[in-house]
Structure formats: structure tokens, C-alpha cells
């Protein structure tokens, strides 16, 4: 504990009691919010009456951007197909993007670029948005010369192209992916300014392809001995990881061409990648040329020197894959200004890569009183949630935090309660509770509570 005190960012840490909030009914303030609304909106169209009867505007009534038409209203727009036959968002929409961050791991070129969480509606993620981890950079691949080998312990090696993929039976599924380092620099108090590089190394999609264990049949796997299969992307790092057998047994791992209803992007894995839900994105191996059959974890460089967490006794635990239940409130989050006291919608994602999300609860005054947060549907196993809490500020310092539970009944963690297990010293599966500090002119900033 530090008595209360601000300490300064690195360390980013407060206690609890050195910030008094009081909770206010959110049914009260979204009354007066809504009536405010109503009567907001009463007087403009008396001023839009006004107008159209030759009347002068009653002052303080009049907003241009009623009352002018502006060019769009009155002139020819564009014809269709101005944009090289695939469409284009708007230019207002031109600063949301995904960035990226110079402190982690190079090569020639950024390899990193996170999702900006905090723009985000719903629980899928554009394709133009989907974080981004390159080992060795992206390529735009010839699916005319792709192949996929299955070899190992099978009858018969077979090599499949693309387009005998594309003519089996498909499979589509929302899945998040999230990178076993998301919201790594917290582990070490670094105080990130947004939700996009605290937690932005996590998207959800739609993902479309053929199950593995189709594949694995049709090359007649031994899947009584073959206990694991050794997965190699075609990128210049040959990048290899691990799958336990039982997950794909279980028919959720694809081999997928599709996502977000059309082909992958370069840059996520085109033509074919690996999904394997609930695991972290480095076994989702892209650029997919190889999967081996084997009886034993195969302790690849990419198990066996990265991708590992130190426990506090200097041990390694190595193939924790799974990612564990987490949440963080998008909005009000770091970076981002409330501009009056009143009502508003506090909104965030869930994911667990157990299950189902079963509940979330958000807290405004640092986790002293906690409150059911409302789940949006679809709720689905292994996919981003979106959830949302009713909230009046009143212009006094908030701690606004999120606390997920999955369908297995395992609850997000506090960093005390994560650091008593894990230490200080791990890089991997940081899914403690993110904490966000609303000060009283509106400014909301990364802390964490000690």
C-alpha cells in the first residue's frame, strides 16, 4: 500500500483510498439525461417550424447545421465504383487505426500494430483493423503456388492447394485471437497512455475454413498415438509451434482461408492460417504450409526460448497456451476526456479462452462496490463480449474498472492476486483487472492499485 498517494507513472500505482467516489443511481440520471434530450430536441424543431414559415428563429434556437442545407442536400453525389471496386471508409474516420508500438520486439520493421480497442462497436473487428504480430515480416503470398503438406505419423502424406480446400464442406465461426504478450508492459508498470496499447493485441473475427481434423482423416493420422501435431508457417522465421491432439479432436481448429466473409489479408496469414480458439495468437500459425503428426510436444524454438512465463521461484512454465479469462473497459478509458458530468454509457469486451462469458461486473469507486454489467448478444464460446453499464458521473475522481467470470466459473484476477502467483518478473498472460482513473476535469488515465 502507498498511503494513499499519486505515484507518477512508471509505476502508475494508487490506493484505493486516496480517491473518494459516491456512487449515484444511474436510472435517476438517465431520466434527467433523457428528458434534457427530449427538450433539446422540442426546441430545434421549433426553430426548423420557424423557418419553414418565413419566421425568424427564436435566439438561441438556431443551429446551422439544421437550418442551412448543407451540399450534400442539394447537389449530385458520387457514382458507385470510385474506389477501384472496394469500398473505402470515410475520411473522418481516417485517425482510427491500428498503431504501432517502437519498444517491442523488431526485425527490419515495426512488427507489432495494435487495434484501437476504444473505436470498436460490437465484438467483431474489421480485417483492416485486426491487431498485427510479424515474426519475420507479412508477405502477400500466389495462392496459384501455395501448398499445405500433412505428413508425420499418417498413412499416406498428402498436399493440398488452396482451391481443393476452398471446394470442401466450410466451417464458420467467431473466434477472438489475442497474443500471449497483450498488455505485457503492465506487468512492468509501464503506464501506457489507451486501451489500444494496453490491451489492443486482441481482435475477433469470422473465420472461415475446413476443420484440421478433416485434413488429419483424410491423410489417414493415427489419432490413437498421435498425441500432438507440430504446425509451420511459411514466413521467413519458420515460425512452429505445438497443437495438442485433444483440441483438435474436439473439430473447433481450422485451417482457414476466409475471415470477415471474404479471403484472409496478407497480413493476417493469406491464403491459409491456422485458428485454434482459445489459445494464444502465435500457435494461430499464418502463412500455413506444414502440419506434422507426432507423440510428443516438439519443443520448437518458438516454445522453448519465447512464448514461456517465469514464476517467481526463476522456473519456466512452458506451453501455457490457454488464455485465461479477461475484460477492460473501452470507453471511458485512458487517453479519452468526459466533457461534462452526467450520464454515460460504460462500455467494454469479455473473452475467455475456456467457454462462454457468464458475467461481468464494473466497478466505479476502485473495486469497493461492484455492478452487473449488461452482456450484448450474440454471447458466443472463444469470441469477444461486449458489455455495458449505466453510469452518472458526478464529476468527482473515479476508479472505473471490469471483473469477468467465464461459464467454468473462473474470475478475473487483481494484479495482487496475479502477482502472488505469478510474480513480477513474467512478460505472458497478464489478464489482471485494468484499472482507469477519471480525475475531476474529465481526463481519464492508466493506473493500476496496490
Known amino acids: 500500500m502507498n498511503s494513499g498517494r499519486l505515484i507518477p507513472a512508471p509505476e502508475h500505482f494508487l490506493s484505493p483510498g486516496g480517491i473518494k467516489t459516491v456512487f449515484s443511481e444511474a436510472r435517476q440520471g438517465r431520466r434527467d439525461f433523457i428528458r434534457q434530450a ?20 427564436p435566439a ?3 443551429d446551422p447545421n439544421i437550418l442551412n442545407l448543407p451540399e450534400h442536400s442539394v447537389a449530385l453525389g458520387q ?56 515474426h519475420q515480416g507479412w508477405w502477400d503470398i500466389d495462392p496459384s503456388k501455395h501448398r499445405l503438406m500433412i505428413n508425420g505419423m499418417v498413412k499416406a502424406a498428402k498436399v493440398f492447394r488452396l482451391d481443393e480446400l476452398m471446394r470442401m464442406a466450410p466451417v464458420s465461426r467467431f473466434h477472438f485471437i489475442e497474443c500471449g504478450a497483450n498488455t505485457a508492459v503492465e506487468w512492468g508498470n509501464v503506464a501506457v497512455p489507451t486501451v489500444q496499447y494496453t490491451h489492443g493485441m486482441v481482435s475477433c473475427s ?17 489419432l490413437k498415438n498421435g498425441r500432438f501435431v507440430l504446425a509451420e508457417g511459411a514466413d521467413g522465421s519458420a515460425l512452429t509451434r505445438t497443437i495438442p491432439m485433444h ?24 491464403p491459409l492460417r491456422l485458428v485454434v480458439p482459445g489459445v494464444q495468437g502465435v500457435s494461430w500459425v499464418k502463412y500455413l504450409r506444414r502440419i506434422e503428426v507426432g507423440d510428443m510436444p516438439y519443443a ?50 469479455a473473452w475467455s479462452g475456456k467457454g462462454k462469458i457468464k458475467k461481468v461486473d464494473v ?11 449488461r452482456l450484448e448478444s450474440p454471447v458466443l464460446s472463444k469470441a ?30 487483481t494484479y495482487r492476486q496475479l502477482r502472488a502467483v505469478r510474480g513480477t518478473r513474467s512478460v505472458y498472460h497478464n489478464n489482471a483487472i485494468q484499472s482507469w482513473l477519471v480525475r475531476e476535469n474529465g481526463e481519464v488515465k492508466n493506473v493500476q492499485l496496490s
Open 206 to 222: 469470422e473465420f472461415t475454413g475446413v476443420p484440421l481434423i478433416t485434413l488429419l482423416e483424410l491423410a489417414g493420422a493415427d
Open 363 to 373: 466497478s466505479v469507486d476502485g473495486g469497493r462496490n461492484w455492478h452487473g454489467a
Open 384 to 413: 469477444l463480449t461486449r458489455f455495458n453499464l449505466d453510469w452518472v458521473w458526478d464529476g468527482k475522481p473515479a476508479i472505473i474498472q471490469s471483473r469477468a467470470m467465464d461459464s467454468t466459473g473462473f474470475v478475473q484476477p
Open 79 to 134: 457514382g458507385v465504383a470510385q474506389n477501384d471496386g472496394y469500398g473505402k471508409r470515410s475520411l473522418f474516420e481516417a485517425a482510427v487505426q491500428r498503431r504501432p508500438s517502437p519498444g517491442l520486439t523488431q526485425t527490419a520493421q515495426a512488427s507489432v500494430s495494435f487495434a484501437p480497442l476504444q473505436s470498436l462497436f460490437g465484438i467483431v473487428t474489421p480485417s483492416g483493423l485486426h491487431f498485427e504480430r510479424h
Open 300 to 349: 520448437s524454438k518458438d516454445e522453448a526460448i519465447q512464448y514461456i512465463d517465469l514464476l517467481p521461484s526463476g522456473q519456466h512454465r512452458q506451453y501455457t497456451s490457454l488464455q485465461e479469462c479477461k475484460s477492460v473497459v473501452t470507453t471511458p478509458s485512458g487517453g479519452q476526456v468526459l466533457l461534462d458530468k452526467g450520464f454515460y454509457n460504460v462500455t467494454g469486451l
Open 38 to 57: 427530449f427538450a433539446a430536441a422540442a426546441v430545434g424543431a421549433a426553430a426548423q417550424g420557424a423557418v419553414a414559415q418565413g419566421k425568424p428563429v
Open 247 to 270: 483440441l483438435i479432436k474436439s473439430g473447433e481448429v481450422l485451417v482457414a482461408y476466409g475471415q470477415n466473409g471474404e479471403m484472409l489479408r496478407p497480413e493476417n496469414g493469406y
Open 60 to 62: 438561441g434556437a438556431g
